[in-house]
């Protein structure tokens, strides 16, 4: 079959004006969107986050139509229920909920994770958009800068941040984003040096463009698509720092429920009641292998190097 | 046209008859860079000591090899590129460091033709953005008028406006250009660099693209500097001909005298390096075959640029830079032992 493209490929007489088709114009965003979607396994994966997401948000909702307990109602006569019509995916050793406690868990790791690739992309594509852009001292200044981030120890400055702040889903966003926009900054900045070398960049400056209007209508479209790929590679790897965190006690703190802390919880009880374990294992597995399912197939959708 | 902020600065009153862009003693060097601490290790003579007038109305052809400075030159004249010494003046007007808001204003006067029609539009706009911008920067027209403009401007290059709202990559090399060529159109400017703008585009459709130039430049009073690597592509759209080597003008002439009476060696040696497709002439003719390859821009040679592959070099042309001195009727040339 001929693509829709090759149409325009037939070039014209010089002064002949074409009948146009009517065909929609394929920009590279319909393009990479069509590529995504014919991607069944990375569609199932990004559709189980979409859905997580969508629990999480309604959480509230939830605990009061669907599983009738709160996260934190304590009920000292129903410890370590087993998983049943009473408790459905069973309770832990105050009697809470582990399904309405995995409900709002996901509102805390999912939260963290969306917040913390929100504000690594937005500062590292800043930082790297400025340094690319400019280069010179401002290049050199930045890029030290992100240099001596990314030799910091992650886990120490974690453990520090913790001590120096009580963590809350903000303040952790923050602190796991303070170390992940250093890699972003440094992926924009690459990107940058290449784009600003092509001609339509010098065309943009030559018809008397301003540098902002340079770095929002071209360089970023431009880099746009690296910054997706990042994005949804980062999410996962976010919600596995988090849990870690959690786990260790420098996340968020007990009895707010996240799924880091459920697994720190149930870790004393695992011979007694191993659901209590495997249910945040398996639920923060299941979201970090659906993340980077789909960030793979978004990658091979929308990265750049493998169009034109 | 109508008038633009540039034209409330002329200080001498210019006039058509006067050259649209002169240029004196230009030089742009690069520095290059070495090392863990960027020291600079010299710099590269890309354009060094650049004498040159556009007159109004005219293309003036520029040729030379690849890396002789001839992109640097057209760039600079147009502002992309600061200048390192010399001057350029546009209207009888010094450019040569305006910035700001004068700066802005001479984009309005000035546009410029790429080489590769694929890098120079941005893959993310559509043509109907991309011919639009130069409108929306220097706030031309909005809504319905700049879609009118729009429209107009592919028209005016052979495209259909239907267009406007397709990507670049669904077009080929001959209408990408044509889209590069209506932005360039789109502020109405007087001047317009084309870099080598048929070089990167099939045979079939370079004609087509000069025959575009030249229309334009009839039915807007354009003026162009149209760089190319070979003679013979400037041939057909020159008035007259200016040929570089390693950063400095060797012989400028109108068309037809260049190629009929070349009086630098340089010049003789690219004529001569023109196919004839004719295979009885090709055969019997004299070909100049320059040795070696071209000097390094950072060190150039001493005196006269050329004359380390020139076939007639003396031991004078080490010591001392030939000037351009006159051989008739507008034509310049720079050799102490030129052609006869």
New interface residues.
């Given amino acids: 079959m001929i693509g829709p493209?090759r149409v325009?490929?037939?070039?014209?007489?010089?002064?002949?004006?074409?009948?146009?088709g009517s065909r929609p114009?394929?920009?590279?965003w319909n393009e990479s969107w069509e590529r995504l979607r014919a991607n069944r396994i990375g569609v199932g994966a990004g559709a189980l986050i979409l859905v997580f997401a969508a629990i999480a948000i309604m959480a509230p909702l939830v605990s009061a139509f669907i599983t009738h307990y709160q996260p934190q109602t304590i009920n000292l006569d129903q410890t370590f229920a087993k998983p049943g019509s009473v408790h459905w995916l069973g309770s832990d050793e105050l009697g809470r909920d582990t399904l309405t406690r995995l409900v709002w868990g996901a509102r805390v790791s999912l939260g963290v994770a969306f917040l913390t690739v929100a504000i690594s992309l937005t500062v590292g594509t800043s930082v790297g958009m400025l340094a690319g852009y400019y280069g010179g001292w401002i290049d050199d200044v930045l890029m030290r800068l992100v240099d001596t981030v990314l030799a910091i120890p992650a886990i120490f400055l974690f453990i520090l941040m913790s001590i120096l702040f009580r963590p809350n889903p903000f303040t952790l966003a923050v602190i796991v984003a303070s170390v992940g926009w250093g890699a972003v900054a440094r992926l924009v900045r690459g990107e940058v040096l290449s784009v600003k070398q092509?001609?339509?960049v010098?065309?943009?400056?030559?018809?008397?463009?301003?540098d902002t209007?340079l770095m929002a209508?071209?360089l970023l479209?431009?880099v746009l698509p690296v910054l997706i790929v990042a994005a949804s590679l980062g999410v996962g790897q976010i919600i596995l720092v988090e849990a870690a965190l959690d786990f260790l006690g420098l996340g968020i703190q007990p009895p707010t429920a996240s799924w880091g802390n459920m697994l720190t919880n149930a870790e004393s009880y695992f011979f007694r009641s191993g659901w209590l374990v495997a249910l945040p294992g398996v639920t923060i597995f299941t979201t970090v292998l659906a993340s980077n399912i789909f960030g793979n197939a978004v990658r091979d959708a929308f990265d750049p190097r493998l169009k034109? | 046209m109508p008038e633009t902020a540039t034209a409330k600065h002329i200080t001498r009153a210019w006039t058509v008859n006067d050259p649209l862009v002169t240029v004196g003693d230009l030089k742009v060097w690069f520095p290059v860079a070495t090392g863990l601490i960027q020291r600079s290790a010299g710099y590269v003579h890309a354009v060094d000591g650049v004498d040159l007038e556009i007159k109004a109305g005219e293309t003036l052809g520029l040729v030379g090899e690849s890396g002789c400075g001839k992109s640097t030159l057209g760039r600079t004249i147009i502002r992309l590129v600061e200048p390192t010494g010399g001057s350029i003046k546009f209207k009888g007007e010094d450019i040569t460091h305006v910035r700001g808001g004068k700066l802005r204003a001479l984009r309005r006067e000035m546009a410029m033709i790429f080489q590769d029609p694929y890098a120079s539009l941005d893959p993310r706009q559509t043509v109907g953005d991309i011919v639009g911008e130069p409108i929306d920067v220097h706030g031309l027209a909005k809504g319905k008028q700049r879609q009118e403009r729009i429209r107009e401007l592919l028209r005016v290059v052979g495209m259909n406006p239907r267009y406007a709202d397709r990507y670049p990559h669904e077009f080929s090399g001959g209408q990408r250009q044509r889209i590069g060529i209506a932005r360039a159109l789109a502020v109405e400017p007087q001047f317009i660099v084309c870099d080598e703008p048929i070089s990167a585009l099939d045979v079939s459709i370079q004609a087509q693209i000069i025959n575009l130039l030249e229309n334009l430049q009839s039915k807007f009073k354009l003026t162009y500097l149209f760089i190319a690597h070979d003679l013979s592509v400037v041939k057909h759209i020159s008035n007259r001909i200016a040929v570089m080597y390693l950063g400095k003008v060797m012989e400028v002439a109108p068309a037809g005298q260049l190629y009929k009476r070349p009086r630098h060696p340089y010049t003789g040696s690219l004529l001569s390096a023109i196919p004839i497709p004719d295979p009885a002439v090709e055969l019997g003719r004299e070909r100049v075959l320059l040795k070696g390859d071209v000097a390094s821009p950072v060190d150039p040679p001493s005196g006269c640029r050329f004359r380390t592959r020139c076939p007639r070099a003396k031991p004078h042309c080490a010591e001392e830079i030939p000037p351009l001195e006159t051989f008739g009727q507008e034509h310049l040339a720079a050799c102490f032992y030129p052609l006869d």
């Fill in positions: 493209s325009a490929e037939l070039d014209m007489p010089s002064a002949g004006i074409e009948t146009g114009a394929q920009s590279y092509r001609d339509f010098l065309a943009t400056r030559s018809i008397g463009a301003r209007r209508r071209h479209p431009n034109s």
